[in-house]
Nanobody
């Protein structure tokens, strides 16, 4: 399984961006899909996660501003980011885990400027 992420870029504060990640290959079980981010000099952190039954979790700092969604076939995940802040600047990674396996997409740079 490989993950291909897209989206990201440069946006001003208050703007919006959409990240997408699509998996090739097959999962044996419905995957748990997530977005992580890593800012310069900081540890990677979970931003949002969606699991079976559409159970969704957000880190506190993005609640009300970011929305995670999935494709109907559970092979794609999206992150709609709104009201972006300077502190949202980071490299964003999509992550799928299924049946004990863990998959990472390539990092996507999101830069929020004032």
């Amino acid at each position: 399984v490989q993950l291909q992420a897209s989206g990201g870029g440069l946006v001003q504060t208050g703007g919006s961006l959409r990240l997408s990640c699509t998996a090739s290959g097959r999962f044996f079980t419905v995957p748990i899909m997530a977005w992580y981010r890593q800012a310069l000099g900081k540890q990677r952190e979970l931003v949002a996660e969606i699991a079976s039954g559409d159970s969704i979790t957000y880190t506190d700092s993005v609640k009300g501003r970011f929305t995670i969604s999935r494709g109907v076939d559970w092979k794609s995940v999206h992150l709609q980011m709104s009201s972006l802040k300077l502190e949202d600047t980071a490299v964003y990674y999509c992550h799928f885990r299924s049946a004990g396996y863990s998959y990472w997409g390539q990092g996507i740079q999101v830069t929020v400027s004032s």
